[in-house]
């Protein structure tokens, strides 16, 4: 009969080849310098001092680190080094990889309602999104994200861990890490279901309910012009929401979990996808707002 151990840390057993490494690398490489060009951008030129770029700037920021909690941990042990982590250190990337998640997740939301507040309500915009409200709900949704993070985390990390201690993943995430607890988790598993499907249902509501809102008004432009510019502006967040969402549906809320499958996606959402074509579009429509 073996006797249970206590898990100190977590072997993260999926592997990718060498060649790999160096496409990811350039991926988050590529990425993390588009993202800084967006804030030098955003805080560099007075005409992009507006709520938009606001949020888009803080998104950017959030784009820096939700990839960096994972690929870099992966990208570190893919170059020959050890693929231990530590309990505590699967604790931390478990929740930072959701805080950093769900956050963005909110921000999708109140941009969405600022399309809507300045396609919908032109002429009261700058009153209704002013700089305390822009505040307000940037701070909120960070406050949402750790929530909803905390929550997750609690419930993933309050079951015991006696080993085995491989995780068949390349970072610790919810529906690997509950497969090594030494007790039931078939409730656990529902009411992380709910959490996770719930608050992504939530905000995607929201945002179809705004940019229903939108395309009547933008249906309602007499000028072609003014209906091409007004769809230009939602067109790159509406593509990014389709591409933050589809991954969570995929990993998330499919009853038959396929762990190859979800490393895929997972890889492609944390690295290829915020270094999409849509994202270094609107890189170079940032810089062609800045002073000479």
Known sequence: MKIPFVVTEFVLLRSLETMLFILFLSFYVFTFMGK???LMASTSSTWLHTPMYFFLCKLSIF?????SVSSLKM?????????????????????FYHFLGCTECFLYTVMAYDRFVAICFPLRYTIIMSHRVCAILASGASFGGCIQATFLTTL??????????????????????????CADTSALEVVRFISIGLMPLSCFLLILTCYSCILCSILQICSAEGRLCAFSTCSAHLTAILLFYMPVVL???RPTPSPWMDATVQALNNLVTPFSEIRMRKVLHLLSFLPE
């Open 156 to 181: 993933t990390f309050q079951l015991p861990y006696c080993g085995p201690n491989e995780v068949d993943y390349y970072f610790c995430d919810i529906p690997v890490t509950l497969k090594l607890a």
């Open 251 to 253: 990993i998330y809320l």
């Open 36 to 38: 800084l060009l967006i």
């Open 75 to 95: 990208l570190f042990y893919l170059s020959g080094n050890s693929r231990a982590i530590s309990y505590g250190g699967c604790v931390s990337q478990l929740f």
């Open 63 to 67: 784009d820096i680190f939700f990839p």
